[in-house]
């Protein structure tokens, strides 16, 4: 019985990622494949839901919004101390 083999950019759509991603896991042999003349071809079987991506219901720049800047933390400060322009 033979396995079903896929191409890089049908394993990039089954695990939710680039497939320059698959490519670059597929080179430090993190994903098994077979390269048949120049293309490389995955089995199905070796996608295994661990490397399916998961996607986060926020960005981290929303989580971390709450949080001044730094560029916010030295407006104020300048407030604070009345510099304005370079001047104390």
């Known amino acids: 019985m033979s ?11 089954y695990i939710s990622c680039h497939p320059t991603t698959v ?23 070796d996608l295994v839901p661990e490397f399916q991506a998961t996607k986060p ?4 720049a929303v989580a971390r919004a709450s949080e001044p800047s730094k560029w916010t933390r030295v407006l ?3 407030q604070r101390t009345g ?3 370079g001047r104390a």
């Open 3 to 13: 396995e079903h083999l896929v191409t890089i950019e049908e394993a990039a759509d």
């Open 23 to 45: 490519r670059r896991m597929v080179q430090r042999g993190e994903i098994p494949a077979l390269k048949i003349g120049r293309q490389y071809r995955v089995r199905m079987s």
């Open 57 to 60: 219901d926020a960005p981290k």
């Open 76 to 78: 104020s400060e300048l």
């Open 83 to 85: 510099a304005r322009n």
